[in-house]
């Protein structure tokens, strides 16, 4: 499973529909301060399903629309589609490729899709969990990420080993189970 292709369009400083490419090897993204830089590692969170504003250096989730410049005015939707190749199919999917597309207008709609058909949040948690991808995994890591994990109490520390392990799923599986 590789990481294909990211578009953004709307999103945060993203006001054009920006393609950015991944090739084979590592990626490395340089630029100025305030160039926009972080917010494309928060596209990535937010179209694999990020909830929290907070999270994504906001007060609401509409602060991610594209607010304007002096030069430009603002938009009205946060669109964002990330693609992966997924011909050794290790995200849980009969597709060899898989493209997440979340949009978000100012009125407060939302929606997801994969592979252009409407789907729910839940859809696109199932797809990542046991993946070690998905929001809240060890694939993305913030600044001050490491030591919050070095200073998160035991169980929340088991939590995070448990999903990386792959076991998580099959927990909630149980819960659900135990709650019918
Ligand atoms: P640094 O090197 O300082 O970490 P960076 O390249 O990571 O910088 P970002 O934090 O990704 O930069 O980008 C910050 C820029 O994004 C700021 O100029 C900010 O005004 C702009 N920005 C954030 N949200 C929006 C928005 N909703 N609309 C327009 N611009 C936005
Ligand atoms: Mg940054």
Redesign the pocket.
Known sequence: MKLKTLEITG???F?ERTKIEFMPGITG?I????????????AIRWVMGEQSAKGL??DKMA???????TQRA?LNR?EVAITFDNTDHYLHSEYSEITITRRLYRNGDSNYQINGVNVRLKDVYELFMDSGLGRESFSIISQGRVESIFSEKPIERRSIIEDVAGVYKYKQNKDKAKKE
């Open positions: 999103f945060k400083s006001a993204v630029g100025p301060n305030g160039s926009g830089k972080s917010n494309i590692i928060e250096r906001g602060d991610v629309i594209f607010g304007g410049t603002p946060a």
